[in-house]
T-cell receptor, first 115, second 111 residues
């Protein structure tokens, strides 16, 4: 029971390069989310997806692209990485059950450094 | 935009002392969730409150949702070193499926 996994766990890249962070969940949860975590800002929502082929912007979407062709995968791409995108990125998923929302399950995170 | 603030940002306590973190939203929430993140780890769900004025307890932890559904609190009685971490509140504003996270309170417990 792998749950929700992220890869890579650590990544160092250079300004201007394209980087893709992977997220995979084994539960067939409807919703998936991408957050970035920076000191003093808590968790900020980048993009989320309610189902396959449905995505929507969060609080800080600029510079990021997502896709969701399959329910279990939700990759996040930085098209041209900038230093301000150095952060820890968390993927999360949630089952949409009758009666509303329930807990989000988080992946272990990807620590990205942009030089 | 919608904001959820938490105070204090940091709290250092002696083991055995009580601890409280407060969460305030700029908009009415349909629910409030609390998460704990250990240093170097990922956020882990603790509890969800949905009713106005609701109070829930988990052993030494007491969670409260305000009457106006715009604020919440987490109180830990007699802290232990295992309580160390950052506590986040998070809520769904009405008519949205986004979960807005608070800024977090980092708790340090000294033995």
């Amino acid at each position: 029971d792998a749950g929700i996994t992220q890869s890579p766990r650590y990544k160092i890249t250079e300004t201007g390069r394209q980087v893709t962070l992977m997220c995979h969940q084994t539960w067939s949860h409807s919703y998936m989310f991408w957050y970035r975590q920076d000191l003093g800002h808590g968790l900020r929502l980048i993009y989320y997806s309610a189902a396959a082929d449905i995505t929507d912007k969060g609080e800080v979407p600029d510079g990021y692209v997502v896709s969701r062709s399959k329910t279990e995968n939700f990759p996040l791409t930085l098209e041209s990485a900038t230093r301000s995108q150095t952060s820890v990125y968390f993927c999360a998923s949630i089952p949409l059950l009758a009666g509303g929302f329930n807990e989000q399950f988080f992946g272990p995170g990807t620590r990205l450094t942009v030089l | 935009g919608q904001q959820v603030m938490q105070i204090p940002q940091y709290q250092h306590v002696q083991e055995g002392e009580d601890f409280t973190t407060y969460c305030n939203s700029s908009t009415t929430l349909s629910n409030i969730q609390w998460y704990k993140q250990r240093p170097g780890g990922h956020p882990v769900f603790l509890i969800q409150l949905v009713k106005s004025g609701e109070v829930k307890k988990q052993k030494r932890l007491t969670f409260q949702f305000g009457e106006a559904k715009k604020n919440s609190s987490l109180h830990i009685t007699a802290t232990q070193t295992t309580d160390v971490g950052t506590y986040f509140c998070a809520g769904n504003p009405y008519n949205t499926d986004k979960l807005i996270f608070g800024t977090g309170t980092r708790l340090q417990v000294f033995p």
